[in-house]
């Protein structure tokens, strides 16, 4: 039994280095395919081109206010947009409601019930849509500045950020990472609720800024990796279930649609997904079969 036991010990020494020699050299070959699949070793050439500031959606002064570092290190910078502000205080939300093609409508219906049971009723001889869409009003001011700019370009890192990051980094002998969107699903989806009340009450104008700031905001070109990717989808996902319903709406001018077909034709989703997916990978085999 002994003797048994010193072989068995023996085999699984020999079997860890084998396996371990085994498995770098598949993690090599599979890097090379990789490499030659997607053109190049370096995931930066994969990120969205940088865009001067004097060109960049981003750099609008609006925008640039909601810069803050996050996190302990301070390198990383995140987004916090002023999400409150897009709702009035103490107001009472409309809830949407699926249909059978699962597309989401405002109730506003049950949206009059519920003020009515909170002692707020709608005033007499008006539509409940031409109420909301005045009680939300321009959120304080924010929609029309970010309305400034629309037909920019659009990326989340700017110049003046690039060189913060950079130099954060070095300092801290790491890299530093990407700027980030605070909740974006929740500011997307109160603009969202803004675009449908708009053009349920015949407010087109509203209607068509607001959905071009949703566009903006919801482009994955403005995103990085993998994470970015994704949340990009979910994001387009709620703007263009908003999308639908204000579509459905009369009042919307010849240019107006022009304007947002052209929009939703400028972002290549399918390769920004597959660049999301090529940054991962890369950077994910560089780990591995890197130094230890």
């Avoid at 509203?206 to 990717?229: D, H, N, P, W």
């Avoid at 703007?239 to 107006?256: I, K, P, R």
Wanted: charged letters at 25%.
């Amino acid at each position: 039994m002994a003797w048994a036991l010193v072989c068995l010990v023996s085999l699984i020494a020999l079997y860890y280095p084998w396996e371990n020699w085994r498995s770098a050299r598949e993690l090599i070959a599979a890097r090379k395919a990789l490499i030659q699949r997607i053109g190049t070793d370096d995931p930066a050439r994969l990120a969205p081109p940088r865009i001067p500031d004097e060109q960049n959606y981003f750099a609008i002064p609006t925008i640039e206010s909601w810069i803050k570092p996050c996190h302990e290190d301070g390198r990383t910078i995140e987004y916090w947009p002023p999400t409150a502000d897009l709702l009035p205080t103490g107001f009472i939300a409309p809830e949407l409601r699926a249909d059978d093609d699962n597309i989401n409508w405002l109730d506003l219906k049950g949206w009059a019930s519920a003020r009515a049971k909170a002692g707020r009723p709608l005033p007499p001889n008006e539509a409940p849509a031409v109420v909301l869409d005045r009680e939300l009003g321009d959120a304080k001011g924010l929609l029309p500045r970010l309305a400034e700019g629309l037909d920019r370009p659009f990326s989340m890192m700017k110049t003046v950020q690039k060189e913060l990051l950079d130099a954060t980094g070095r300092a801290k002998g790491q890299s530093a990472g990407p700027p980030s969107f605070h909740d974006l699903g929740a500011f997307v989806r109160h603009l969202g609720l803004h675009a449908r009340a708009a053009a349920r009450a015949g407010n087109m104008a509203k209607a068509s800024s607001t959905t071009q700031i949703m566009l903006r905001f919801a482009e994955s070109a403005s995103c990085y990796g993998l994470v970015g990717g994704l949340v990009s989808n979910i994001t387009q996902d709620s703007t263009l279930d908003a999308l639908h319903e204000t579509l459905s709406c009369d009042g919307w001018t010849e240019n107006d649609l022009l304007r947002l077909q052209q929009r939703l034709g400028k972002t290549d989703d399918l390769k920004i997904i597959e660049h999301a997916f090529s940054q991962e990978a890369l950077e994910t085999t560089q780990i591995l079969t890197g130094p230890r």
